[in-house]
């Protein structure tokens, strides 16, 4: 192994295709990956972002270039920065595009339930096993996509009381459909 453990002899062996080298690399850099991820709120993706660290640190050490004046541990940690702040911008635009268009990829969604040849069938079968205040809640809330404060408004109902009835509705669906 290496007595001596400087990065940028350890990068030069990765460079000549030396695996100890980087393993040996990667047991210095996993604890600092670890407490950027933690810095950027990012814990709960936290096993697969350190995985993809590693990758972008073998990659920096692949591109290092010593001649640029930086050390390679402000190299990797630019680089692993940039990676975390397009994740979270990645991130950030999924969830905006979801809420814009949340409706209608809920109902593109449905739509292909109604094209259905069954849908109908399916309504009467959930109709008999659901009470009618079940069967209109469930078919609100899950057929037609409304929001659960619509449904209780237009039901005249507290809240919780759309969401247990759907609840029940859920169960009873599913114990009917063996499920």
Do not use: W
């Not at 407490?35 to 591109?63: T, W």
């Not at 809330?141 to 247990?164: F, G, L």
């Amino acid at each position: 192994m290496y007595p001596i453990h400087n990065d940028y002899e350890i990068v030069d062996r990765i460079k000549e295709g030396d695996e100890e080298a980087f393993t040996l690399l990667a047991d210095q850099y996993e604890r600092f990956i670890k407490k950027k991820i933690h810095r950027f709120n990012l814990a709960y993706d936290k096993e697969e972002l350190v995985q993809e660290g590693l990758i972008l640190l073998h990659k920096s050490a692949l591109i290092f270039d010593e001649s640029r004046g930086k050390t390679f541990t402000r190299f990797f940690e630019m680089n692993l920065e940039r990676l975390f702040i397009s994740r979270i911008k990645r991130l950030k635009r999924r969830s905006e595009i979801g809420r814009l268009y949340e409706k209608d990829i809920a109902s593109m969604n449905h739509r292909v339930r109604e094209s259905s040849v069954y849908y109908p069938l399916f309504l009467e079968e959930v109709r008999e096993v659901l009470s009618p205040f079940e069967f209109a809640v469930y078919n609100r809330c899950e057929m037609q996509c409304e929001d659960h404060t619509s449904v209780a408004a237009s039901q005249r109902c507290d809240t919780k009381s759309v969401y247990n009835a759907l609840h029940r509705a859920k169960a009873k669906i599913r114990a009917y459909f063996g499920d």
